[in-house]
Nanobody
């Protein structure tokens, strides 16, 4: 079994910065794409950023230039550094990963989410 857990959420003032982490643990064989989504009340579920095991990263237009996604494959962890935060960035942020087991089966896993609040 594979577990995904986010950490690092909290309260930050507009213009501030916050870093999120997402650790994958358990019976890990191969982690593929790692993604960050967010859900704010009354807004659509949004893919914020994605990073493959190799290749180019993806950013939503709303965060490009302010957010940076990265990963540490040795630690099975992905990070989301969020700078110049705006009130509209407030949401529950979810980590989502593709894991392929030793039988070649790829399953998508979700973390429980971490709350980010942007307010003065």
């Amino acid at each position: 079994q594979v577990q995904v857990v986010e950490s690092g959420g909290g309260l930050v003032q507009p213009g501030g910065s916050l870093g999120l982490s997402c650790e994958v643990s358990g019976s890990i064989f191969s982690i593929g794409v790692m993604r960050w989504y967010r859900q704010a009340p009354g807004k659509q579920f949004e893919l914020v950023a994605a990073i493959p095991s190799a290749g180019n990263t993806y950013y939503a237009d709303s965060v490009r230039g302010r957010f940076t996604i990265s990963r540490d494959n040795a630690k099975n962890t992905t990070y989301l550094q969020m700078n110049n935060l705006k009130p509209e960035d407030a949401a529950v942020y979810y980590c989502n990963v593709d894991h392929t087991n030793d039988h070649g089966l790829t399953i998508n896993y979700w973390g429980p989410g971490t709350q980010v609040t942007v307010s003065s």
